[in-house]
């Protein structure tokens, strides 16, 4: 007879990566919002936002070819399978999903899409492209709601199942049948997840000019600005080139 336990439902990767963009967004949300553009400190949340849209690829890399509860094929819910699930948690019924349920497995879509937007407008953003300002900033607080709206189900799910599924993302188990449980926690593929991430991060931090508040893409070589550095300069010799042009056109009139 099929008993059930904790068994293991996360893997090691998926688990890293949960953490690494929990922190990762909630410090390029404090250096963006609590410091302004103005500051010497903005340019990293930028630095930061780059860092988390390599994350995102390899995670959804790892949603194709990862553990079974990893795979995106495991949490693809239809609007009405989405609509039944949060009907029957106001109704305080239905029950646990052994992996994601319809509710999380939309955040986590949602969130991937809105991040990796955050990242690509910003690319365009640090090469000029103004007009993405706004879909940046609207991102970014879509953002917000939605792990705000995340959280509320964690909270009312650990509420209602008296499960942590939060402790779950740090060792990777839930409660459910011993079939359920997925073979590997792959602690190879975590090692080669860190080292790539820690790759892309060193060779950003190494291409970031704080004086200039730019920087180079590894690889693509792409130049984009971070932060006013830049601007800073164009007024400065806007307004040195200025003043000497007025200064030319006075001397003309005397003479």
């Known amino acids: 007879m099929k008993t059930e336990n904790k068994v293991l439902i996360w893997d090691i990767p998926t688990r890293i990566f949960h953490w690494l963009l929990v922190c990762g967004f909630l410090v390029a949300a ?3 919002l609590g410091f302004g553009e103005h500051s010497p400190l903005f340019p990293y949340h930028a630095l930061v936002g780059l860092i988390l849209g390599g994350m995102v690829v390899l995670r959804v890399i790892w949603g194709f070819w990862g553990t079974k509860y990893a795979r995106f094929s495991s949490f693809l819910f239809s609007p009405r399978a ?4 949060v009907t029957q948690v106001l109704q305080g019924l239905g029950a646990p999903h052994v992996g ?3 509710g999380s497995a939309y955040a986590i879509f949602a ?5 990796a937007g955050l990242s690509v407008s910003g690319i365009i953003m640090g090469q000029g492209g103004k007009a993405f300002e706004e879909v940046h900033e609207v991102l970014a607080y879509t953002v917000m709601g939605v792990i705000f709206v995340h959280i509320l189900g964690v909270a009312l799910h650990t509420i209602r199942h008296k499960e942590n599924i939060t402790a779950s993302m740090f060792h990777g188990q839930k409660d459910g049948n011993s079939v359920d449980a997925i073979s590997s926690s792959r602690p190879i593929i975590a090692i080669i997840f ?8 060193g060779g950003l931090i190494s291409h970031y000019d704080p004086q200039r508040q730019s920087m180079r893409l590894p690889v693509l070589g792409t130049e984009l600005k971070l932060g006013e550095g830049r601007d800073k300069e164009k007024r400065q010799y806007r ?3 200025g003043h000497d042009e007025e200064h030319t056109d006075r001397h003309d009139e005397d003479d």
């Open 100 to 102: 994601h349920n319809p």
């Open 194 to 201: 860190v080292l790539v991430v820690s790759t892309w991060t």
């Open 239 to 241: 307004t040195e080139h």
């Open 30 to 32: 404090l250096l963006a």
């Open 82 to 85: 989405v609509f039944k699930y």
């Open 111 to 115: 969130m991937l899409i809105m991040i």
